[in-house]
């Protein structure tokens, strides 16, 4: 069965710091892969998709960057954190139907 | 261009009372529909999928939607609530094309009262 990781849970960061989050699915190949954005008290945002290795597609401009350096991980990163990126992001995945499975999620809070 | 609305932002209910959360979507095609819960500080679970083979879909932990597109609604509803109940669930309607993009209502805070 196919299964999705997110790391780390929780992460508190300066602002002004680098930032990389990981996502790693497992028991599927050549997933569709995304990344959102929940701030508090507000919807779900996409960020970015891949729909394969080094594919990535930005939906909102913004101070974060994701990249795919293999078939089943997706990285969100940032060079240089702000108060704003504070959130609770999620990774999922679909392959084949248009149902996203999501991750566990990470807790990022910028001070 | 799709969209969907989730006419409440709060619901509180009674433990082993109904549920009822509404969802409108807007639609040029016929999407597929889905109904998430989260709760605190966890990720998404998929509660339900529809795809046009019956308009009444049954989920896990006893949640059901009905799809009438005449209304263009997509409400859930669980006969009797549980405290564990308690969570966000979003409404979501499919995007179309190879991108599997999803798009989301603001959701609903489901209160669940002893």
């Known amino acids: 069965s196919q299964t999705i990781h997110q790391w780390p849970a929780t992460l508190v960061q300066p602002v002004g710091s680098p930032l990389s989050l990981e996502c790693t699915v497992e028991?599927?190949?050549?997933?569709?892969l995304y990344w959102y954005r929940q701030a508090a008290g507000r919807g779900l945002q996409l960020l970015f998709y891949?729909?394969?290795?080094?594919?990535i597609s930005s939906e909102v401009p913004q101070n974060l960057s994701a990249s795919r350096p293999q078939d089943r991980q997706f990285i969100l990163s940032s060079k240089k954190l702000l108060l704003s990126d504070s959130g609770f992001y999620l990774c999922?995945?679909?392959?084949?139907?248009?149902?996203?499975?999501f991750g566990p999620g990470t807790r990022l809070t910028v001070l | 261009a799709q969209s969907v609305t989730q006419l409440d932002s709060h619901v509180s209910v009674s433990e082993g009372t109904p549920v009822l959360l509404r969802c409108n979507y807007s639609s040029s095609y016929s999407p597929s529909l889905f109904w998430y819960v989260q709760h605190p500080n966890k990720g998404l679970q998929l509660l339900l999928k529809y795809t046009s083979a019956a308009t009444l879909v049954k989920g896990i932990n006893g949640f059901e939607a009905e799809f009438k597109k005449s209304e263009t609604s997509f409400h859930l509803t669980k006969p009797s609530a549980h405290m564990s109940d308690a969570a966000e669930y979003f409404c979501v309607v499919s995007g179309r094309g190879a991108t599997n993009k999803l798009i989301f209502g603001t959701g609903t805070l489901l209160a669940v009262q002893p």
């Open positions: 891949s729909v394969g290795i080094g594919q």
């Open positions: 999922a995945w679909t392959s084949g139907t248009d149902t996203q499975y």
């Open positions: 028991g599927t190949s050549n997933p569709n």
